[in-house]
């Protein structure tokens, strides 16, 4: 590794923890700043047990120091606290248990989607302008323009209701089959146009037309030229596609009841669990902020002639 990579890998890394301490922050000020309290709603509070549950969680002090002291547990325990709501239970033991159920249900449609996209993909650059290649366009621009809530909707309702073929509740394996492949269909259809646009462009280059003139078979020029430099864009996808079908996972685990992180997320926010809101919100923008930072390092080792600035 040259010093100069050395360097690029440093400053990304500390612009990464930046990020983090920014998203921190912002969220930790605004969340406090909205009116009431975590235990303005609950039933028969008194003003002094309301006090008294304040003075438990350090809510009394000063907002600073709630900052500071919130801050200093993160950065030496990695500890966010107790919930708020779930009474006995720690923070990150909640977010562990519903980042279980999440990073399957990411990771598998994860897997979906690059691999169905990229397949995709090549067939309609290599059938430019045939039937296939109009078709494939037409569903993955309905897929793209169709938000995460409406396809799970519509695809409860087919399959769950109307059909009766899969569970409507995600608490078991069978009944994860739909929010996984909701949350596959985006970015499924994102890389297939990726693909096809970035093959297209390979296909025009100079190289591959002197590969046709020498003779060299069309299948080594399509897996061994074009398919293979075609994937750089879609790796650089890679990264940040994990992390969006993690994040967007919020609303998806919420219509099909899936028990992961996205649902814990919401409740807390209902519920206003400050430090559930804080946790969750700090994993999520780590995960999107490390994802990118893989794909940064990994796109140099891939395409080596990429200069690092």
């Known amino acids: 590794m040259s010093s100069k990579t050395a360097l690029y ?39 002094a047990v309301q006090a008294a549950m304040e003075a438990k969680y350090g809510l009394d002090k000063p907002l600073s120091e709630q900052y500071f002291t919130y801050l200093g ?11 708020l709501k779930q009474r006995g239970r720690m923070v990150i033991d909640i977010i562990s248990d519903g980042m279980k159920t999440s990073m399957v249900l990411g990771v598998i449609a994860a897997a979906i989607s690059t691999l169905f996209g990229v397949v995709l993909g090549a067939i309609a650059a290599l059938r430019r302008n045939k039937l296939i290649d109009r078709i494939i366009m037409v569903i993955t621009t309905a897929f793209v323009s169709m938000p995460s809530f409406i396809m799970g909707s519509l695809l409860l309702a087919l399959f769950a209701i109307v059909l009766q073929v899969l569970p409507a509740n995600g608490s078991t394996p069978a ?9 596959a269909l985006y970015p499924m259809a994102y890389i297939t146009r990726l693909t096809r646009s970035s093959m297209l462009d390979v ?8 590969a046709k003139a020498k003779g060299v078979s069309g299948t080594r020029i399509i897996f061994g030229h074009a398919l293979k430099n075609s994937l750089i864009p879609v790796l650089t996808y890679l990264g940040p596609m ?12 919420q219509i099909f009841a899936v028990p992961g992180i996205g649902r814990a997320f919401v409740s807390s926010i209902t519920n206003r669990d400050y430090p559930m809101i804080m946790g969750t919100t700090i994993i999520l923008a780590a995960l999107i902020v ?20």
């Not at 547990?73 to 966010?80: C, H, P, R």
């Not at 490390?290 to 600035?309: A, F, G, Q």
């Open 242 to 253: 994990l992390a969006y079908i993690v994040t967007g996972s919020l609303v998806v685990e």
């Open 290 to 309: 490390v994802m990118n930072l893989v794909t940064d390092i990994l796109y140099k080792v891939v395409d080596p002639r990429i200069t690092l600035e």
């Open 175 to 183: 009944g994860l089959v739909l929010p996984i492949i909701t949350l």
């Open 73 to 83: 547990d993160i950065v030496t325990k990695f500890d966010f606290g107790p919930s």
């Open 203 to 210: 296909l025009g280059q100079d190289y591959i037309r002197t």
């Open 9 to 47: 890998i440093i400053k990304r890394i500390l612009l990464a923890i930046f990020t983090v301490w920014v998203v921190i922050t912002i969220t930790f000020f605004v969340m406090h700043s909205v009116p009431g309290g975590p235990f303005v709603g609950e039933k028969a509070t008194t003003p």
